[in-house]
């Protein structure tokens, strides 16, 4: 079957998506991350789909061709939004029930829906972030601070007026500083940062990073009994694979050290050497065939 660019509407979005793979194949989610864009799982995807999965990737909310019904809706950037949206979309497509591969944002999404919709996920795999017991944010040690220098920034009064102004240039420098030099070229920042011109990608950007560490960040009202749930669940029952890259300078890979405890149905963790914050870009194939093991049970 060749990949299909479709759309699918929910009651908030039409979200945009590129399905590959058998129609009657088991059916798994891939999930981008910011700032990149759902063209990041095309060699994965690739292989999925030729294992037997079909494989859906939708633009998330902000991101690509997806787009928000009506001007009214609260641009909200949480990972339980996110998530609500994947299951909005599986809802649209008839899914009952799906596994999740997740990639930095997608990865927090992919945690959410393990957390929330049990009965909905199959398996899991999350690249890059690691498991937030209860979603709670928590102020990171220095170094990890250091990192997190654009989250801080995006704190700050005056941010949103400076990275509407150039956010392809915000979402640079994070691609040339988060992994080790050479794993992309200008031509493939361009065709990913097409997908930045959506008119809620700096919305949604800011929403999702402010809401993190400043009070009073606008929610939509339609998450608050989710996210109340989300606050009581520091284990996951759903088999999950983490992917971390053992040369990750956004997300240092202590961070996702010593998180067995909060996994009752089966947990691996994977550093991947020499690989930064984009696994599934430095290496498609690793990825692949640690993910396609894992979603066959191995």
């Known amino acids: 079957m060749d990949d299909r660019k479709l759309l699918a509407r929910t009651s908030k979005l039409d979200i945009a998506y590129t399905e590959s793979g058998p129609a009657d194949g088991p059916p798994v989610l891939l999930l981008h991350g910011w700032p990149d864009a759902a063209r990041a799982w095309t060699p994965v995807a690739a292989r999925l789909a030729a294992a037997g999965y079909r494989t859906i990737v939708p633009d998330l909310r902000g991101s690509g061709n997806t787009r928000f019904l009506s001007a009214d809706i609260v641009r909200d950037g949480s990972g339980v939004a996110l998530a609500q949206d994947?299951?909005?979309?599986?809802?649209?497509?008839?899914?009952?029930?799906?596994?999740?591969?997740?990639?930095?944002?997608?990865?927090?999404?992919?945690?959410?829906?393990?957390?929330?919709?049990?009965?909905?996920?199959?398996?899991i795999a999350a690249l890059a972030l690691a498991f937030q017991p209860k979603g709670a944010f928590e102020l990171p040690h220095f170094s990890q601070a250091r990192k997190f220098?654009?989250?801080?920034?995006?704190?700050?009064?005056?941010?949103?007026?400076a990275i509407a102004a150039d956010p392809k240039g915000f979402a640079r420098l994070q691609w040339d500083t988060w992994s080790p030099p050479g794993w992309f070229d200008a031509e493939e920042f361009a065709l990913t940062a097409a997908a930045f011109d959506n008119p809620d990608w700096v919305p949604i950007t800011l929403n999702g990073y402010r809401r993190r560490w400043r009070e009073g960040e606008v929610s939509d009202p339609a998450y608050a009994v989710l996210r109340e749930k989300l606050a009581t669940i520091d284990q996951l029952s759903t088999p999950t694979l983490m992917l971390q890259g053992g040369a990750d300078f956004c997300d240092e890979p202590a961070s996702s050290e010593g998180m067995d405890g909060h996994f009752t149905g089966g947990y691996r963790r994977v550093v991947l050497d020499d690989v930064g914050h984009?696994?599934?870009?430095?290496?498609?194939?690793?990825?692949?065939?640690?993910?396609?093991?894992?979603l066959r049970g191995g």
């Open 278 to 294: 984009f696994p599934p870009r430095e290496a498609p194939d690793q990825v692949a065939d640690l993910v396609i093991a894992h």
């Open 149 to 161: 220098w654009y989250q801080w920034f995006m704190a700050l009064g005056a941010a949103p007026a």
């Open 86 to 123: 994947a299951i909005d979309l599986a809802d649209a497509l008839g899914i009952d029930r799906f596994d999740v591969v997740g990639h930095d944002w997608g990865a927090r999404a992919a945690y959410t829906l393990a957390a929330l919709f049990p009965g909905r996920i199959g398996r």
